[in-house]
């Protein structure tokens, strides 16, 4: 069984002294590969430094909602410029989105709006963060005609709002809420949506499973979120596993092996 985390956290520095023990943890749970998601601009350089020392580690570039008040123009003409000269490691740009709880929406909204013709521009796919805003970034993506490839990650929206972005294209991120029994809503949804728009992610060390404290996730927990989905959906674990592989190469544009050439 092969799995891949599409959005993990892991040039943060819970991991610092121990990535190779927790790599080595995670592959011998399944894991062989893993995207690490940009954050903000000063990231950057730590996000690819990281990706490039460990076999099979991917990345994606990107001004979070939660930062975009640090940055300014020149940021988005850099990211641009960036992702314009991508190499196979860099493989979507994200992470990018809209956040209801944290900041000012109105002031995030032309950052996300920019960094989606900028993915159009550079023929990447989308890592969005959505907060309790799944409606406003259907609207941006239709309103955009973005065509290309979308994780909406850490989902926990209803099902209308999941089916409405499914039908634009997006991949619908399935995390460690979904082993938390009170998280009924996301279980519900999740439970209910078609297989082939599903991906499994951690976003360690946040969004930890059940069990599991808070800031204790990692890569090696993305088993448990296996189980839990296999669980909700009445599947067996191996074949649920083969689809979801199926499904992160899709939206990486990754072949049987790893990165396609672009």
């Known amino acids: 069984m092969r799995l891949i985390d599409a959005h993990c956290h892991f040039d943060f520095p819970e991991f610092d002294g121990r990535r190779e023990a927790v790599l080595e943890e995670a592959r011998c749970a399944g894991l062989s590969n ?7 601009r000063r990231d950057w350089g730590r996000v690819s430094r990281v990706a490039a020392e460990y076999e099979g580690l991917y990345y994606c ?29 860099c493989v979507a740009l994200g992470e990018c989105g809209l956040d209801r709880l944290h900041g000012d929406l109105g002031s995030q909204y032309p ?4 960094q989606v013709d900028i993915a159009t521009q550079a023929h990447l796919p989308l890592v969005i963060h959505s907060v309790k805003t799944h409606d406003e970034v259907y609207e941006v993506l ?4 973005f065509g290309g490839r979308v994780l909406v990650h850490g989902f926990s929206g209803s099902y209308q709002q999941a089916a409405k972005l499914i039908d634009l294209g997006c991949f619908i991120g399935v995390g460690g809420v979904i082993t938390h029994p009170r998280a009924r809503k996301t279980r519900d949804t999740i439970a209910r949506l078609p297989v082939d728009a599903l991906v499994l992610e951690t976003d360690a060390p946040d969004m930890a499973p059940e069990g599991v404290e808070p800031g204790g996730n990692s890569p090696a927990c993305l088993p448990l979120i296996l ?9 067996a674990r191996e074949d649920l596993a083969r689809s979801l592989l199926g499904n992160v190469q899709r939206l990486y544009g990754w072949n049987e092996i790893g990165p396609s050439e672009r």
């Open 142 to 145: 239709r309103r955009k005609r």
């Open 34 to 40: 893993l995207v690490i998601p940009g954050v903000r």
């Open 111 to 114: 950052w996300f709006e920019a």
């Open 227 to 235: 189980d839990a989905l296999a669980e909700l959906r009445g599947a």
């Open 61 to 89: 570039l990107g001004i979070h909602p939660w930062y975009v008040d640090e940055h300014k123009e020149e940021d988005l003409s850099a990211l641009r410029g960036a992702l314009m000269e991508h190499h196979g490691h």
